[in-house]
């Protein structure tokens, strides 16, 4: 951290950061003391959909659980039945209007999964909304193609590898595959074919894990250079340390606890092993759907064991490296001049006052 600096933003870019700059320019900003940071980084949602789940949730408050509302033909599938319904253009405005309300939340740059089409044409449809969204900030696109199945196709998994997964890698070279790995979605051994396959197309992979039950699948698939495992609340000591003393990420979603069954990673024990840790707000309509990384922090601070300053890292700077995103996140000459001016003087007022509308200004 800089007690005291002056920056000096050029056609988009940090040029300049040091105590006492005297630089002519078409305005200047005076902070008087306040606190400036980098543009959240977003690192984990699924914010592009169709229809509300709110019904469903007042369903979840009388007592239904998450995997239950699942058995029952709700949760993700409710959502696919409206995302299947949907446009291109309908599912692209929908995507735009959360993007917007994330950005005025401080959110610079985002992650946005596929996963609610559950089948080739859907998911296309859905990549076509994320990849033609517009949005002031960088938009990095995920085809979560494993996310859950359709009761309806007789080998769902198969259809996948052998027609989703070569449509995707036509339309989209390089996007990261993601997968669900859990019970009552995809097994582990379906997500272990899923992520070689993907990897054998030249595609990262990121995977849901352990977000209900621990199936073994850090261990299984760090091999194949899975490059971030998220959720990771039902991780017992011993997966979060061998996840840790590798180079994959982990991804912390906080929000869901809140939302679902206050089950929560232990961000502590992660970070003390040394490992990785970026967060997210995992926005989606049935377990997450807040779009405010302030809240992240305030949540990850409370519940998953992070001092305020290792959560605003990992909420910035380790989250846009995971999103291959080295101009953000940082304030540095070369960085983004994305930019957000607080309303305070004292940074761990972030996490500290939760729901404070603490940012006074947006700087680019």
């Not at 807040?290 to 989250?319: D, N």
């Not at 995971?322 to 000459?333: N, Y």
């Amino acid at each position: 951290m800089l007690e005291r600096a002056d920056v000096l933003l050029e056609e988009g870019r940090v040029a300049a950061l040091a105590d006492g700059l005297r630089e002519d320019a078409d305005e200047v900003v005076e902070a008087e003391g306040r606190v400036l940071l980098p543009a959240f980084v977003d690192a984990h949602t699924h914010a592009c959909w169709a229809g509300s789940r709110v019904a469903e949730w007042e369903q979840k408050l009388a007592g239904a659980s998450y995997l239950e509302l699942m058995a029952a033909g709700g949760g993700i599938l409710a959502t696919v039945r409206a995302t299947r319904a949907a446009s291109v253009a309908a599912l692209r405005e929908g995507l735009e209007h959360r993007l917007a309300a994330m950005h005025r939340l401080g959110t610079g740059a985002v992650e946005v999964k596929s996963g609610y089409g559950l089948s080739t044409e859907a998911e296309l449809r859905m990549l076509a909304a994320i990849a033609g969204a517009r949005h002031p900030a960088p938009v990095r696109l995920t085809a979560c193609i494993g996310h859950a199945k359709d009761a309806d196709v007789p080998d769902f998994v198969a259809q996948t590898l052998e027609e989703t997964l070569p449509a995707v890698t036509a339309a989209h070279p390089g996007a990261i595959i993601d997968a669900y790995c859990e019970e009552g979605a995809w097994s582990l051994a379906e997500t272990e074919r899923l992520a070689r396959a993907a990897r054998a197309a030249g595609h990262a992979v990121r995977l849901h894990v352990d977000q209900f039950h621990d199936l073994g699948a850090v261990e299984a698939l760090l091999p194949l250079g899975v490059r971030s495992f998220d959720h990771l609340e039902a991780s017992t000591p011993a997966t979060l340390r061998r996840l840790a003393e590798s180079d994959a990420f982990g991804v912390m979603l906080p929000a869901s606890g809140f939302h679902l069954d206050d089950r929560y990673a232990d961000g502590r024990a992660f970070l003390d092993a040394g490992g990785r840790l970026a967060l997210g707000t995992n926005l989606n309509p049935g377990s997450a759907p807040g779009p405010s990384m302030p809240f992240v922090l305030a949540l990850a601070v409370r519940k998953l064991g992070l001092t305020p300053a290792e959560a605003l890292y990992a909420a910035t700077r380790q989250a846009a490296e995971l999103l291959e995103l080295p101009e953000r996140g940082r304030i540095e000459v070369g960085a983004a001049a994305e930019l957000l001016l607080l309303d305070t003087r004292d940074e761990r007022e972030l996490a500290w006052a939760f729901g404070a509308p603490l940012i006074a200004r947006r700087l680019a």
